[in-house]
């Protein structure tokens, strides 16, 4: 049933590894106790095994199609265990704790029952998990190599059934049209959106490990809240509060961020009790000492660059992108790895003088209301050798955020309800 399912004797077998397992340890210690082969040990290995199966199927399942995405196990890992995998340990707790109960029963098998269908539960859900990855890692080119192979034969066998029905002569005295190249802006505006609008606001905690090249940490915390105004094109606003380390609490810093002109940006340090404005040329300069510079905050005009699709592969796009006016910027160029399914630029990388020299790069990956969200991002400055991790956690959207919680006042007395 696994290989009709799986379409693969291969991936059937390896679905029935965590089950044979759970089987061999728990049926060997029903021996090894001495309790007899009775009539509820003989009904429950029909019902447990059925159930435990499941956690299997939905695991392989779920990693295959996240693989068709990413093309690479590790990174498909990740996104296993943010979501899937997650769905798969509640679901084993909640089962195998639901039947501890009958432990307490008078009847010897109701005992039986509950120790059965926790013990063969939460072995196979273990299993699954921990098992079933580190065999997909070590086999991974074995497994998807065969998966693509059989895709590949199935395609050529559907185009030469098409084409026998279409017929040769007519397809060569009329060449089917190529398939049309996606529009660049568009994918440009929708990675824009993705990454800088979702939701019309939203707030997120934010820890920010800054590494140097010997492996000194810096670590900062602090809460960003961020607000669009109505319409299309829209200007934002943005709002970051501090609360640690303890000699930076309470620094705040604001931006207006602007479509057809310099962003408006300014800073409060509270140990100076000083308010300054940032001028719009330092917004390729370094966020708060770290790697990430107060542009990647905010997001980067669209119109402040020439975009080129330069490949296209079956999992991203690849942008090259090019400043109109180079004297503003410090790198000649930047490209971008931009994920087909999502829109979500995975990679980013700067380059000045033929030499990448600064590298952001996506670790992590959640759905948040509807809207995917990375949640965990790095920057890493190729020249020094140190690098800037960024967390996200509670993430939230459309909360109500108005307009006049970002203006200078709230510099100086951050609004107490949102900053957490």
Do not use: C
């Amino acid at each position: 049933m696994m290989t009709l399912l799986l379409r693969s004797p291969v991936w059937g077998l390896l679905s029935m590894i965590p089950l044979t397992l759970t089987i061999g340890l728990i049926y060997g210690v029903t021996g090894l106790i001495g309790k007899d082969y009775d009539m509820p040990v003989a009904v429950l290995s029909a019902l447990t095994l059925g159930l435990a199966v499941d956690f299997a199927i939905h695991f392989l399942v779920r990693a295959r199609e996240i693989h068709a995405e990413q093309g690479d196990w590790a990174a498909t890992t990740k996104l296993v265990f943010a979501e899937p995998a997650r769905a798969i340990s509640r679901n084993v707790i909640v089962i195998a704790l639901g039947f501890t109960p009958l432990l307490a029963a008078p009847l010897v098998p109701y005992n039986t029952v509950g120790v059965f269908l926790a013990a063969i539960l939460a072995f196979s859900g273990l299993a699954t998990l921990l098992i079933l990855p580190a065999l997909i890692r070590v086999f991974e080119k074995f497994l998807f190599r065969s998966n693509r192979s059989r895709r590949r034969v199935m395609r050529r066998r559907t185009a030469l059934f098409l084409t026998f029905l279409l017929g040769g002569a007519w397809l060569g005295a009329n060449p089917v049209a190529a398939a049309e190249p996606p529009d660049v802006d568009r994918i440009v505006q929708e990675t824009n959106r993705v990454a800088y609008y979702q939701g019309d606001d939203g707030r997120a905690r934010v820890k920010m490990t800054i590494r140097d090249a010997k492996g000194r940490e810096r670590v900062k915390e602090f809460t960003i809240l961020r607000r669009d105004e109505p319409g299309e094109d829209r200007d934002q606003q943005f709002y970051v509060y501090f609360h640690a380390p303890s000699d930076e609490r309470g620094t705040t810093f604001m931006v207006w961020k602007h479509l057809d002109r310099d962003d408006d940006r300014w800073l409060y340090l509270p140990a100076l009790d000083v308010q300054k404005r940032i001028a719009a040329t330092d917004k390729r300069t370094s966020f708060v000492g770290s790697h990430f510079f107060y542009e990647d905050v905010s997001g980067r005009r669209l119109t402040d660059d020439r975009h080129e699709l330069i490949e296209e592969t079956d999992t991203y796009y690849v942008l090259k992108n090019t400043p109109k006016d180079p004297s503003l910027v410090e790198f000649d160029s930047y490209t971008m790895w931009i994920h087909k399914a999502t829109f979500i630029p995975v990679e980013v990388k700067y380059e000045k003088g033929g030499e990448v020299y600064r590298v952001a790069k996506v670790l992590g990956v959640e759905e948040i209301q509807g809207h995917v969200t990375v949640v965990k991002s790095q920057m890493t400055d190729l020249r020094t050798g140190g690098s800037t991790t960024v967390e996200y956690a509670d993430v939230a959207y459309d909360i109500g955020l108005t307009d006049d919680l970002f203006t200078e006042r709230y510099l100086r007395t951050p609004p107490a309800k949102y900053i957490r």
